[in-house]
């Protein structure tokens, strides 16, 4: 009778641990499997995360973005890019903004970046929409420059995660005023005497800090002019951007985007721009592709500098960097 009641003792006492290690294995899977499983805000931003995570290559580097913070996102008509807006008045833009080479170490990089851009537009407004949309491109005007970029990339990443960025950059550009003159070569006087930027140096200090599923893009610029002619009145022009972008999905990003400057002349009018916009991106491994509405109030760009409206339109942009 002892004899079997020992037996049963040992029996259950076998059962009792062998439960035990099931449960113990069972919850260890369990957490396994919830951790490998991403939650909806990790799939939300996937792509992000494995840019981050990617090994930091150290040392030099050849044809990238001219920023850690792309200035893609800037509402700035002076944003090197493709772009268009359709209505009211059509603008067409063309430009790139690249590093020719860089430096990175564990702490900081440095990027040597040059500018370049077209844009068309004129006075009236468009004509026809999409998908051959006409108007009025009768103006344009260039700009080209480049850029020292100090990006501070160790102590954005200590301080915010791997989203954040922090950087101060200087840009060295020209900016000239051009009007297309009638087939028949006709001289066109109307814009005699009228503002031109000429040279100018951009100092500018930007971050982006990642708050969940969103992007908030800071930017503070100053424009100071160097040219000292009567055709460019401008000495100072200070500016900035306010960027928000949400990664709702890995394939769409609604946005708003807002940039203000204002530039004060000698013996010419002041002049302000303010700019809006609001719309989505759909971003790829090539870059980005933006559809949004542009709001804009203040003095116009080229030989409209001395126009001063408010108007609402449709546009798009492509990006690389």
Known sequence: ?????????????????????????????????????????????????????????????????????????SASRDTALIAAVFTPRLVRAAGADFSIVSYATEQHTW??????????FGEGHSDRGLPFPTGDIGLWRGLFGYSIAWSFDR?????????????ATVSFRHESEHYTASNDGDTERRYVGYPHIGDFVMPDVAMRLPLGDFDLTLR???????????????????????????????????FTSTFVEYAFAD?????????????????SRYGD????????IGHGKGFMVLQEEASLGVGMRFSFF
Not at 41 to 55: D, L
Not at 111 to 120: A, N, P, T, W
């Open 111 to 120: 990027r040597l970046g040059v500018f370049g851009m077209l844009e068309l």
């Open 1 to 73: 009778m002892t004899r079997a009641l020992v037996w049963i003792l040992l029996a259950c006492t076998a059962v009792s641990q062998a439960a035990a290690q099931e449960a113990v294995l069972t919850d260890a899977t369990s957490t396994t499997q919830a951790a490998a499983t991403p939650s909806p805000a990790a799939a939300r931003t996937s792509m992000s995360s494995a840019r981050a995570s990617e090994p930091r290559d150290i040392g030099f580097d050849f044809l990238g973005p001219a920023r850690e913070i792309s200035h893609s996102s």
């Open 289 to 296: 592709i933006s559809l949004h509405l542009v709001g804009e």
């Open 220 to 254: 503070l610029q100053t424009k100071l002019w160097t040219s000292r002619h009567a055709q460019t009145p401008y000495r100072f022009g200070p500016g900035g951007d306010v960027v928000l972008r949400w990664r709702l999905l890995e394939r769409l990003h609604p």
């Open 267 to 283: 013996n010419a009018p002041n002049a302000y721009f303010i700019r809006n916009l609001t719309g989505v991106v759909i971003p």
């Open 155 to 167: 102590m954005a990443r200590d301080m915010c995660g791997e989203r954040c960025a922090m950087e």
